[in-house]
């Protein structure tokens, strides 16, 4: 009993160390974006006196709303397809995977795990060039295609759980494939589809590496993460307004994350263990 109390006491310890670590740059973000640069100065770490907005005003008066339009665009397009096409490649292959074909489909999509981005990124920047896909619609493409090695990995483990019996039973009371999916199969996978949503929100809402390959031609063509980018360059000397900017972009996904957390736990179980 000494000894099991001994090493709660001991994971409990380390896990607030690791909270109190990770808060740090959190509380640091939150005190700066509501300072201004003079009470920055004379207390980098106290407490703000008073909530000062004016950082906030800074940097909403740019270009912010125009690339919050069009983060929000790429994330939810993306999401959209991504929850259509992951489910309906994934029940295809978990009902066939006895047939070689799907066997190999499967297998040859999640090699994509093992390939580093960094290996691909060159040869994807010349062929989207040659298909005049350097746009918007060309990242929501890149983002679709990339989510399918970790999404189907996911699927496929969670409709391995699910008994083909019920396929079965619909097909006796005249159901299609079709109508099998969308009535029986799509909402028993809702708990992945929630993993996978959120998983690929938070990849797709931060990423920084695509969207500066893709969308470098104009401004009004960035993400906020490349926003954040070039506003901190510019206000560099101002951590005050540059930490504004970073809460501004930080809040949606938190606020997503925070809804969807609970679900992401679950259906990350389910997926890689069933």
């Not at 909270?19 to 700066?32: C, E, G, R, S």
Request: charged share 10%; net charge positive; proline share 5%.
């Amino acid at each position: 009993m000494k000894e099991n109390a001994l090493v709660r006491a001991i994971q409990y310890t380390a896990l607030l160390v690791g909270v109190f670590i990770v808060m740090i740059p959190v509380y640091l973000t939150i005190n700066l974006s509501f300072k201004t640069q003079v009470e920055s100065a004379q207390s980098f770490f106290a407490p703000p006196s008073g909530l000062y907005f004016g950082n906030f005003a800074s940097v909403i008066k740019g270009k912010f709303w125009i690339n919050l339009g069009n983060s929000l665009m790429i994330t939810l397009v993306s999401m959209l397809f991504i929850m259509v096409l992951i489910p309906l490649v994934s029940f295809a292959i978990s009902r066939n995977m006895k047939h070689g074909y799907f066997k190999f489909v499967f297998y040859f999509i999640l090699a994509g795990i093992f390939v580093p981005f960094q290996v691909i990124m060159l040869p994807v920047l010349k062929h989207m060039s040659n298909l005049h896909l350097l746009n918007q619609l060309g990242l929501i493409l890149m983002y679709i295609a990339l989510s399918f090695t970790q999404g189907i990995f996911l699927s496929v483990g969670f409709l391995k759980n699910v008994p083909i019996e019920l396929d079965e039973a619909s097909t006796i009371d005249g159901c299609g494939i079709w109508q099998t999916f969308v009535r029986i199969i799509y909402p028993l996978m809702l708990p992945i589809i929630v993993t996978i949503v959120t998983l690929n929100s938070l990849w797709i809402w931060n990423d920084f590496q695509l969207p500066l390959i893709l969308l470098n031609r104009s401004p009004n063509y960035w993400t906020l993460p490349l926003f954040i980018y070039n506003f901190k360059s510019d206000y560099g000397a101002n951590y005050n307004v540059a930490f504004a900017g970073f809460l501004l972009t930080m809040l949606p996904i938190i606020l997503l994350y925070s809804v969807m957390q609970r679900h992401l736990i679950s259906g990350l179980t389910e997926g890689a263990l069933k």
